[in-house]
């Protein structure tokens, strides 16, 4: 008989986990199923080679930088509460959270939040700045081979002219929300649970 | 003392005598007593009993888990170039250009596939609709009602007690009878009846192992059997296939030396008919094995050649892509397709998980296998085709007939890396998107998963 994922997990840890990320009972319960399945050294934590084990995540030219964003500073393992965390960006924004105020902390999954996530897919250094060196690097990862060096700094020179307001050089959280406020985000970055 | 011992002698007659005259005759000529109709019959009433009373404790209980064989999420369908599009209809850019939204195309499909992808799932077992009262699936059901816990540990009882050793004692005297019955027919001198012989043998043993696993199988469109001299393809799920297909019909297989028990059973069988077995080191040179494999098929007398494309067991619920290494041998092919009742018991072999040994006793301690075969009609390289479309178009045929997912990716990925060229393709065909596509010349399909040997 194989270890049965929904045991191991306390209705304590799934309380707690609800209460921080917002996901309903029956969704931890099958996520900590697809965490248990990924977890191949059955450790409890995942590593980057257990992510890097599914080949659509392996095939997508961003997929180290999304692996990157579930692992702390400096860390190689995460464990189940920090893959919940991260996943709860992308959780749906349902209608009664919309109208929250302002007062009250916000969810994970806000569409500041989402934005958050995606701004500190760019910005690695965590300076709160979009470097047209950080942008390049993304864009390098995007376009492999196929694009030179003179056509992607002219397309990230734009990007930054386009995006930029104060003149820095350099795109901040601010003007990067700006650039993308008629953007779908909570549509766009939102899985769709089936249940 | 001696009436404990003449009431055990007592029960092992009886016991031998239901063995000989009730399973293992019958099996000999291919008659069946239905005895396992009934019980086939009698499990779905069951089964079905136990569904509705699942269905009514899962209002009752929030707790159980809603099983989801169809996946957690529900992912976009569209291809990399509508998806961009939308991202970007805020924004007036003339169909190329790059725009920040564009990531989130890339990190979207990311976390969707950490969540849920196509491919890892079809290395371990399928999830049931509904519980089937095995303890290796079970997720908490059995505390929903105590009758349901009493007809489970009543089925464990009958599982293990009854039927397992019945089973267990089928397949011993199934395997040494293969053996023994090959030995002996392999003394003969080269003719016909040796051959006839040899046929009868094999068929004999297939059927005790299948009764020892107490499978059911129903073979549909039999007039499209493998004939001599053609290769039978078909979806790999577990060595148990072979045992299957071998039923109906006497095919030469290929596979690797074994040691061990294995390596005995290939042996013998070599000595009665020409099997193809290939050294550990052989399987690497790819030209040697397709030259003995056509030397084989060009032999039209010979029976046809059992292959499994696929090169792994894979799940049953889709069908992975084919190694064109066996399409390129020439010759007619005949497509099987087969599909296990996963009601009755997990056919799949994970093999991670589990060894060959333990594997078959989960197999003879589940209610029954319980299988569908059919064969396709023959198909042929058509012109202007090349060795992979065939293969494709093959295993199309396959996973249509079975309802099963058709795949292009590899089964290989079970034990090894992604390609880096399928990243490759990603990243040209946004290339050519933001930098509009006459800048770079190739053409595109949209989304497809190349595939590659």
């Given at each position: 008989m194989g270890s049965r994922a929904s045991t191991l997990l306390r209705e304590e840890e799934i309380e707690e986990i609800k209460k921080e990320t917002g996901f309903s009972h029956s969704q931890i319960t099958r996520l900590y199923s697809r965490f248990t399945s990924l977890d191949k050294g059955e450790n409890g934590t995942l590593s980057r080679e257990d992510f890097q084990r599914i080949p659509e995540l392996a095939i997508n030219p961003l997929g180290d930088r999304i692996i990157n964003a579930f692992f702390p500073e400096g860390e190689d393992q995460v464990n189940f509460r920090g893959f919940m965390r991260t996943l709860a960006h992308f959780r749906p924004i349902e209608d009664n959270e919309k109208n929250k105020n302002a007062s009250t902390n916000e969810p994970l999954n806000s569409r500041t939040n989402k934005l958050l996530f995606a701004f500190r897919l760019y910005d690695l250094d965590r300076d709160d700045k979009i470097s047209r060196d950080e942008l390049l690097q993304v864009l390098r990862m995007m376009v492999g081979v196929n694009i030179s060096d003179e056509q992607l700094g002219s397309i990230a020179d734009r990007t930054i002219q386009e995006a930029d307001t104060n003149g820095d050089n350099s795109i901040s959280f601010n003007e990067f929300i700006k650039v993308l406020e008629k953007v779908d985000v909570e549509q766009k970055m939102s899985i769709r649970f089936l249940h | 003392m001696e009436d404990v011992w003449s009431v055990a002698a007592g029960v092992f007659q009886v016991w031998m005598f239901v063995v000989l005259f009730l399973i293992m005759l019958p099996a000999m000529f291919g008659l069946s007593l239905g005895v396992t109709g009934v019980y086939i019959q009698i499990l779905v009433k069951i089964l079905e009993w136990a569904t509705v009373r699942i269905q009514r404790g899962q209002q009752e209980q929030p707790s159980v888990p809603i099983p989801l064989p169809n996946g957690i999420i529900e992912r976009a369908e569209g291809s990399m170039e509508e998806e961009l599009e939308q991202l970007r209809s805020s924004r007036s850019l003339a169909g190329g250009e790059f725009a920040l939204s564009d990531v989130f195309y890339f990190y979207k499909n990311g976390l969707e596939s950490i969540v849920?992808?196509?491919?890892?799932?079809?290395f371990s077992s399928e999830e049931l609709a509904s519980w089937n009262l095995l303890t290796r699936t079970n997720q908490n059901f059995r505390y929903i009602s105590l009758r349901l816990t009493v007809i489970w540990g009543l089925g464990v009882f009958i599982r293990y007690g009854v039927l397992f050793p019945l089973r267990l004692m089928l397949a011993i005297i199934g395997l040494t009878w293969l053996v023994l019955g090959t030995t002996l027919v392999g003394c003969l001198s080269e003719s016909s009846v040796k051959n006839w012989l040899s046929e009868l043998v094999h068929l004999t043993c297939y059927r005790i192992c299948a009764r020892g696993l107490s499978a059911t199988i129903t073979y549909h469109n039999k007039e499209n059997r493998p004939q001599k001299g053609g290769i039978c393809v078909a979806n790999h799920t577990t060595p148990i296939d072979v045992v299957i297909l071998a039923n109906d019909g006497c095919y030469a297989m290929v596979g690797q030396v074994h040691g061990g028990l294995l390596g005995v059973i290939q042996r013998s069988m070599l000595r009665s008919c020409p099997h193809v077995w290939f050294e550990r080191s052989e399987m690497r040179d790819r030209h040697a094995v397709t030259s003995r494999l056509r030397a084989h098929v060009a032999a039209k007398t010979k029976l046809p050649i059992l292959i499994f494309p696929e090169g792994t067991c894979i799940n049953n619920t889709s069908v992975m892509m084919f190694k064109k290494g066996s399409f390129e041998i020439g010759g007619t092919i005949y497509p099987v397709t087969i599909k296990y009742d996963p009601r009755f018991g997990d056919a799949f072999w994970n093999s991670s998980k589990f060894n060959m040994v333990s594997y078959l006793l989960r197999m003879m301690t589940s209610w029954a296998i319980v299988v569908n075969v059919w064969y396709l009609p023959p198909m042929t390289i058509q012109e202007g085709e090349d060795a992979a479309q065939f293969a494709n178009r093959v295993k199309s045929a396959i996973a249509h007939q079975g309802g099963l997912l058709d795949l292009a990716?590899?089964?290989g990925l079970k034990r090894g890396k992604v390609k880096d060229s399928f990243k490759e393709e990603q990243q040209k065909m946004y290339s050519s998107i933001i930098v509009g596509?006459?800048?770079?010349g190739s053409e595109q399909g949209c989304g497809d998963v190349p595939e590659e040997q």
């Open positions: - | 849920d992808d196509q491919v890892t799932q079809r990716w590899d089964g596509h006459n800048r770079l």
